[in-house]
T-cell receptor
């Protein structure tokens, strides 16, 4: 199994630009999670989907952030417009669902907003 | 709301030393507990998890953790560390009420000197 796939691995952009991060979960997993990791705030859950439906987006910092999951094998996290404080590593994780479930993390996208 | 505290932010020790990382959570009901590890430049991966049964849980790479309900703790231990254990370690909690939404602690960076 290829594991969770994220693209791009690195993204450098200028303030005000739109950024789209992509995630392909492990086949057969029906839960998908987007996290942000920064030195200051640690690892934060932004949003999670179950069966392609957003269940909890309370961690999304503001309206500039949006996430979609059009099908079971693809999700995007979009930031528009981007700001320097959005610089972080963004992880996608997937799982089979349920509170005892193990989440499998992707390699992350390191975003730098200049 | 559930929360997780990892009181040690940085730990430095020599090879063959014993390791214990503290993790405390705040939630009075049934919890599911996890330890994830992030090796330098890599994604998070599961070390071990507890959701019922024997409170002493064995994980990969010689790690174990003990759930002490009365202390709201789930400390991670390894009797003899190796240089390859250099990583950041994250404790996480999930409650039935929160479904499969994980709350992570701030992480503990462990440096093992050869």
């Amino acid at each position: 199994d290829a594991g969770v796939i994220q693209s791009p691995r690195h993204e450098v952009t200028e303030m005000g630009q739109e950024v789209t991060l992509r995630c392909k979960p492990i086949s057969g997993h029906n839960s998908l999670f987007w996290y942000r990791q920064t030195m200051m705030r640690g690892l934060e859950l932004l949003i999670y989907f179950n069966n392609n439906v957003p269940i909890d987006d309370s961690g999304m910092p503001e309206d500039r952030f949006s996430a979609k999951m059009p099908n079971a094998s693809f999700s995007t996290l979009k930031i528009q417009p981007s700001e320097p404080r959005d610089s972080a590593v963004y992880f996608c994780a997937s799982g089979t669902g349920g509170p005892t479930d193990t989440q499998y993390f992707g390699p992350g996208t390191r975003l730098t907003v200049l | 709301a559930q929360s997780v505290s990892q009181h040690n932010h940085h730990v430095i020790l020599s090879e063959a030393a014993s390791l214990e990382l503290g993790c405390n959570y705040s939630y009075g009901g049934t919890v599911n507990l996890f330890w994830y590890v992030q090796y330098p430049g890599q994604h998070l991966q599961l070390l071990l998890k507890y959701f019922s049964g024997d409170p002493l849980v064995k994980g990969i790479k010689g790690f174990e953790a003990e759930f002490i309900k009365s202390k709201f703790s789930f400390n991670l231990r390894k009797p003899s560390v190796q240089w390859s254990d250099t990583a950041e370690y994250f404790c996480a909690v999930n409650t039935v009420a929160a479904g499969n939404k994980l709350t992570f602690g701030g992480g503990t960076r462990v440096l093992v000197k050869p």
